[in-house]
C-alpha cells in the first residue's frame, strides 16, 4: 500500500520546489513534480502550505537530561521521542555532561536504545566532562570496540567544569580511541567542549 503526499515544498536539501511524494512501507520511492493517482495509494496528504525536509542530524543531545549545575532542582528532564520528532531530528547522537555522579553511561545508553526501539536512530558518546572517563565496561577501549552504538569520547577541556586532565592523560584517551577504532573498524572520535583550542595538540595525534 502506497501514501502519497502533495503540494509539499521539498527540499533534498536543495530546494526543489512544490512536489508529490510518493511512501511505501517506511521509503520515499519517488519524489516527482506531479504523481498521478492509482489503485495502490490508500492514503493522500495535502502538505499545502508545508515543507519536507531530510531528517536532521543532532550529534550533542543530553538525553537523559542537562542542568543540575545550580543544585538538584535546576536538572531537567529527559529528553521525549515527540520532541525530537517535532524538532525535525531523526537520527541523534547522545552524550553527558557535567554531572556524571547522578546521570552515568548506562542510563544513557538505556535511553539511547528506548529512541531506537521507539523508530528513531539513536547512538552515543561514552565519557562525561571528568577525566578518568566515566564507562560503561570500565573501559574506553571496551566500550567503544564491543559496543556498536558508541560512537567516540566526550570529554571537557579549558572548562572550568573539566577536571584539567594533563597532556598525557589526552594523549591515553586519543591512543584508546584510535586502537578502539582499528580494532572495531569505526571512525575515530573525541567529542571535546568546549575549549577546543586546549587539545588542538592532542586532536594530531
Known sequence: MFTLLTNARVFSPEDLGLCSLLIHADRIVAVEKDISLFDGVNEVIDCRGKWV???IIDQ??????????????????????????QAGITTVVGVLGTDAI?????DLYAKMQSLNLEG????????????PSPTITRSIRDDMAFIPAILGVKIALA???????????????????RVASLLAGKKRLAACAPGESAGRDVATY
Not at 64 to 83: I, M, N
Not at 161 to 176: A, N, Q, T
Request: net charge positive; no cysteine; charged share 20%.
Open 53 to 55: 525536509i531530510p531528517g
Open 159 to 177: 572548562d572550568h567544569r573539566g577536571s584539567y586532565p594533563s597532556f598525557l592523560e589526552l594523549l591515553r584517551i586519543v591512543s584508546d580511541i
Open 120 to 131: 528513531l536512530r539513536a547512538f552515543m558518546h561514552t565519557g562525561a566532562y571528568a577525566v
Open 102 to 106: 547522578s546521570r552515568s553511561p548506562k
Open 60 to 85: 550533542h543531545v543530553h538525553l537523559t537530561g542537562g542542568g543540575g549545575e545550580a543544585g538538584f532542582a535546576s536538572r531537567t528532564p529527559a529528553v521525549k521521542l515527540r520532541d525530537l520528532i
